[in-house]
C-alpha cells in the first residue's frame, strides 16, 4: 500500500488527449486514447519526418503568462506541427479553453512514470511533491523535467522546441529553419559553468554522473535557456545512455540523483561524440533574450530591452520578477506600433 499517495489517473474526464506511459514488456509509448479522439486531433504514435513541434509545460500560476505566449506563438510563429501545452492533471480544466487545432493539452500524469505518485493536499514553498517507493520525494520542479524528456521522446514529432511560458514571441519565426535535415541549433554559453555557480556545479557533477562521464572540471559550458530545441533521436539515445550506466529506468536515476537540469544532461551529451548525431550547429546566439533579475521594470526598460535585440525572436522575463503583464503587453504594443505599419496587438484577455 502506498501511504500518503494518490495513483495518477488513468484517464481523465475532460474528453482530451492522453498517451500511454507503461514500461517495456508492455505497451510501448504511442496514443493509446479512442480512435476518434486520435482521428480528431490528427495524432498518430508512428514518427513524423521532418517535423517540429513546440512543448510548453505550465501550471495554474502560471496562466496568464502562458495566454501571453500562445497569444504570441498564433500571430507569429509558423510551420510547427503541434503546441503540445502539458499541465498538472488539476489544471486541466482551466487550461482546455486553448484545445484544439494545431493545439494539445495533455495532463503531466502521461509522462510520468507510474510507479511516481502525487502526494495529495501537500504544497511546500509553492511546489506539490511525488512520492514513491524507489526514490525521495521529488518536487513538480523534478517531475517537469521527467515530462519534457519523456514528451520529447514519445510525441511523433522530429524535433522540439521546449518553451517555457514566460516567453513571448515578438518577431516573425519560422521553425523549418530546424528541420531536418537542417542542422541543429546547440546553444552554449562558453565557461557559463565556474565554481561561483554552486546550482550549475552541481547540474554538471549529477550529468557526469548519469551519463558516466569523468569527473568535470571547470569552468566548464553552460546549456540552460528559454527557448531550446531537441532532436527526438539524440533524446531516446540519452535515455539509452543514462539506464545503460545506471541499470535502471532512466526517470528513476534521475530521480535518485535529484539536483538535474535536463537541458544541461541533453547539452553534455550532445556534445559527446557529436559525430555519432544528427548535424548540430553550436551557437552562443539565444532565440530569447531573458531578463535573469528581480527588479521592477518599466515600459521604457522593456522597450529598451526590445530595441537591443538582433537575432532573437522573443523575450523572457521570468515569472519571479515582480513586472506585470500590463506593463508587459503595453511594452509589446508599443514596440510593434513603432516598428511595423500594421501592428498586431496582444490584447489583455
Known sequence: MQIGCSPNPGH?????????????????PGLTTKPSLVAEQGLVSK?????????????????ERATLLIESIDRYVTSFERHYVIVHDEDLDIFKKFHGGRRVVLPVS???????????HLRWRGRSYWCSFRAKPVSGWHTQQLVKIKAAASLPE???FLIDSDNVFFRDFDVSTVATPNALPVHIYRD???T???????WVHATHQLLGL????????????????????????????????????????LCRVRKISEYTIYGIFTMRDIATKPPFAITTDSFSLTEWGSTLLSKADILAMLDSTTHEVAICIQSYNPTSLATIRESLNEFHARNEQSPRRLEAV
Open 158 to 160: 522530429d524535433r522540439y
Open 196 to 202: 561561483n555557480h554552486t546550482l550549475h556545479v552541481d
Open 192 to 194: 557559463g559553468v565556474t
Open 47 to 63: 514518427r513524423a519526418p521532418g517535423t517540429v513541434s513546440l512543448i510548453t509545460p505550465s501550471h495554474r500560476k502560471d496562466l
Open 110 to 120: 502521461q509522462f510520468l512514470p507510474p510507479w511516481l505518485h502525487q502526494i495529495p
Open 214 to 253: 569523468e569527473e568535470p572540471t571547470f569552468p566548464t559550458d553552460d546549456y540552460i535557456d528559454q527557448i531550446i530545441v531537441w532532436d527526438k533521436s539524440t533524446v531516446n539515445a540519452m535515455i539509452a545512455r543514462i539506464e545503460a550506466v545506471s541499470s535502471r529506468d532512466w526517470d528513476e536515476a
Open 12 to 28: 481523465s474526464r475532460t474528453g482530451l488527449v492522453h498517451l500511454n506511459h507503461e514500461r517495456d514488456g508492455m505497451t510501448k
